[in-house]
């Protein structure tokens, strides 16, 4: 495939495959006005979190960096700031870290609840079919895979997932490396098992130890609420499927990752460099927070491999969906966007990959995946990784 | 008889290295060539899909690789064309 036909938008020294505009929660309390205004303006994308008040200070800082990393991913084109006046996390302070201007092709505004004299919904959709109007005269430009940056995803996953869409997923990362692309592997508790293999990609020695000390931070984080993650793993449903060690398991959900040398261990929603390679982000395993963390680091685009199937999403980064199974793919069709089981009939893992090149393709050329025609806008900043 | 039908065609080895093969289908009772140890097994009981079969005799204490690497060691010693699972193979962790 070759990147000819990929299209997307020019953000300062960025590019992204979408040109949304947002509409973002700073804090929890104003979530229903934006939902209202949203249900209104059905084009404009509602970022909603429980957030931005009554953090502890690292929390905070986290909570604020995620939300400007996610306005500052390449595929925003506008920006409305919606606070409440009060919260420790403001309106303003989320703006003023966007990147905004003509340069940038992004525009940004806030407001908060509270200084608001007039009827809030009419006055905030006026503000944002304000910026709607600039934004829809941003142009398309051509764009290459040396631009993209994926951030990769496994949940619902079955025994397949390490036999089919795991394995051809890793092939798809290889292949974006080779032209020039970046690829996030996230998913700490899943890398446990793994971190030899992990290693192994490394050039240099002080990332080596870092990879050990992430997984032991959350392998002592559960100890010392109790839980035994790695007596824990696999679980007795991951057992009397075939899977027998931790090993085994995280050594299968890694795989998505491809072959690559691995460039850097970046912590929740940081950017990678512009260096192409495989980079791994310190997230949680729950799916949610890994995608918000990923697409906060800058991730245009997720690959999302399942076996029993989820519509999970993101608010401004489409997640291809890859089912493990044939079977999921024909129960949850509105759902899964590429099915990887025809490697269980026999096909071999260079074809299922092509299939997933080719729905990255499509994404990459204004075609919505399943997971933004469903409008499934998932969204939860992590809040563990500050508290260790 | 499946005498010319190899267990490795019947599963999904993702490195050259692997000792285990992951089956694709359940495996039903018979005779299987397996190419790896140049020999016919029998299999004298249904091995369901997503199970592993030893494609390579490992002794007790020995690493079991799959995907390229250890998955875990032997606890007991495992035979070509046996089910590789919890009652022989113990995490290193």
């Known amino acids: 495939m ?10 300062g020294k960025k590019k992204g495959i979408r040109n ?3 509409l973002v929660s700073s804090v929890g309390c104003v979530n229903a006005m934006v939902e209202q205004v949203c249900s209104q303006e059905r084009d404009v994308i509602p970022v909603l979190h429980p957030n931005g008040c009554g953090h502890l200070h690292e929390e905070a800082e986290l909570v604020l960096k995620t939300l400007a990393g996610t306005c500052n991913n390449p595929n925003v084109g506008g920006v409305v700031v919606l606070g409440l006046g009060c919260e ?10 966007v990147d905004s201007g003509p340069e940038f092709n992004r525009y940004v505004e806030f407001f908060d609840l509270q200084k608001i004299k007039e009827d809030v919904v009419p006055f905030i959709r006026g503000k944002v079919r304000a910026i709607k109007e600039k934004v829809e005269k941003i142009p398309c430009v051509p764009i290459n895979w040396s631009d993209i940056t994926i951030g990769l995803e496994c949940g619902g996953s079955d025994i397949f997932s390490g036999i089919s869409a795991n394995p051809a997923t890793g092939l798809v990362s290889d292949y974006l490396v080779s032209q020039g692309g970046r690829v996030i592997l996230s998913e700490v508790p899943e890398m446990i098992g793994a971190e030899e293999a992990l290693c192994q990609r490394v050039k240099d020695a002080e990332l080596r130890k870092v990879i050990y000390q992430k997984t032991q931070r959350y392998i002592d984080l559960a100890k010392k609420h109790g839980q035994d993650l790695i007596g824990s793993n696999p679980t007795p449903g991951n057992i009397k499927s075939g899977i027998t ?11 998505k990752g491809g072959s690559s ?7 929740y929603a940081d950017k990678p460099s512009q260096t192409s390679g495989l980079f791994l982000m310190d997230t949680p395993g729950n799916d949610v927070e890994s995608l918000t963390g990923m697409a906060a680091g800058g991730a245009q685009v997720a690959l999302f491999t399942t ?31 590429v099915d990887a089981g025809k490697v269980l009939e026999g096909s071999s893992l260079d074809s299922a990959a092509k299939d997933i090149i080719t729905a990255l393709t499509q994404t990459c050329s204004l075609i919505p995946t399943k997971a933004e025609r469903n409008r499934c806008y998932n ?7 500050p508290l260790t | 008889m499946n005498k010319n039908v190899s267990i490795e065609s019947l599963g999904l080895q993702i490195s050259p290295e692997d000792d285990v093969i992951v089956l694709l289908k359940d495996l039903s009772p018979g005779d299987y060539y397996v190419e790896q140890a140049c020999k016919t097994v029998r299999i004298s009981e249904t ?13 007790i204490g020995e690493p079991i690789i799959r995907y390229g690497f250890p998955i875990g060691f032997a606890t007991q010693k495992i035979h070509v064309g046996q089910i590789v699972h919890t009652h022989n193979l113990k995490s290193s962790r």
């Open chain 1, 2 to 11: 070759n990147s000819m036909s990929l299209t997307g938008y020019s953000r």
């Open chain 1, 20 to 22: 949304h505009v947002i």
């Open chain 1, 88 to 97: 420790s996390i403001t309106s303003e302070q989320v703006a003023a870290k």
């Open chain 1, 245 to 255: 060690t931790i090993e085994e398991k995280s050594l299968g959900c890694i795989l």
């Open chain 1, 261 to 267: 040398e691995i460039i850097d261990f970046l912590d």
């Open chain 1, 307 to 337: 076996g029993r199937g989820t519509p999970a999403g993101h608010p401004i980064m489409p997640v291809i969906k890859i089912s493990s199974n044939s079977r999921v793919m024909k129960n949850m069709a509105w759902a899964i966007d």
């Open chain 1, 379 to 385: 969204f939860a900043i992590s809040r563990l990784s």
């Open chain 2, 47 to 59: 091995i369901p899909l997503g199970f592993k079969v030893a494609i390579k005799e490992k002794k």
